[in-house]
């Protein structure tokens, strides 16, 4: 079976980094689409950056120019590096692994189970 498991949350103040690191298992990794969601007290999960298999990306408007997903299909890892950090950056943030697009969906959805980003002085 496929696992994520996220690990490099923790707190930081306004202006400083971290690196969030998404390890997956089994073997579905190369072929899968990879995204970072984060969900907020009181809000609803949002996207904030995906990677498909090719390396290409897309990011939340809100995190542009701020934060880069990366990917090596060799170790099975995700990366979301997230710079100038922000207090409504403050979350837990959700590795998510999206199947091939076939017959009008989605072949698998998997999601690690989160770690937490807090943003405060």
């Known amino acids: 079976q496929v696992q994520l498991v996220e690990s490099g949350g923790g707190f930081v103040q306004p202006g400083g980094s971290l690196r969030l690191s998404c390890a997956a298992s089994?073997?579905?990794?190369?072929?899968?689409?990879m995204g970072w969601y984060r969900q907020a007290p009181g809000t609803q999960r949002e996207l904030v950056a995906r990677s498909t298999s090719d390396g290409s990306t897309n990011y939340a408007d809100s995190v542009k120019g701020r934060f880069t997903i990366s990917r090596d299909n060799v170790k099975n890892t995700v990366y979301l590096q997230m710079n100038s950090l922000k207090p409504e950056d403050t979350a837990v943030y959700y590795c998510?692994?999206?199947?091939?697009?076939?017959?009008?969906?989605?072949?698998?959805?998997?999601w690690g189970q989160g770690t937490q980003v807090t943003v405060s002085s």
């Open positions: 089994g073997s579905i990794f190369s072929i899968s689409t």
């Open positions: 998510n692994a999206e199947g091939p697009w076939r017959n009008y969906r989605y072949q698998y959805d998997y």
